[in-house]
């Protein structure tokens, strides 16, 4: 089965940075698209970063752009989400999530969301 797994979460005071990983298990990294969204309570899904690994394309959300910085490492099928600057707005519930590379590239995983999604980790950010 396909699972996706995020960590690395947790509470970081404004202008710190965290590291987020979403390890996948039951399919081939470079077969897929993997994208990071986040959710915060009373608002819309919001695509954060994503990333085709067989082409290197990637995408930012306006709002992340220049801070965040999303990464592969397909020897450990695994997506990093490198976070800095972080401020009271980047808190959310950030998700993981796949979709078939052939027909999704980064930009439009990011629109579109994936069909496989993981549990989910809590990134808080306040002094």
């Known amino acids: 089965q396909v699972q996706l797994v995020e960590s690395g979460g947790g509470l970081v005071q404004p202008g710190g940075s965290l590291r987020l990983s979403c390890a996948g298990s039951g399919f081939t990294l470079d077969y897929y698209a993997i994208g990071w969204f986040r959710q915060a309570p009373g608002k819309e899904r919001e695509g954060v970063s994503c990333?085709?690994?067989?082409?290197?394309?990637?995408h930012y959300a306006d709002s992340v752009q220049g801070r965040f910085t999303i990464s592969s490492d397909n020897a450990k099928n695994t997506v990093y989400l490198e976070m800095n600057r972080l401020n009271p707005e980047d808190t959310a519930v950030y998700y993981c999530?796949?979709?078939?590379?052939?027909?999704?590239?980064?930009?439009?995983?990011?629109?579109?969301?994936?069909?496989?999604w993981g549990q989910g980790t809590q990134v808080t950010v306040s002094s």
């Open positions: 999530a796949a979709e078939a590379a052939l027909t999704t590239a980064a930009q439009a995983m990011c629109v579109m969301g994936g069909h496989f």
């Open positions: 990333v085709r690994s067989s082409d290197g394309s990637t």
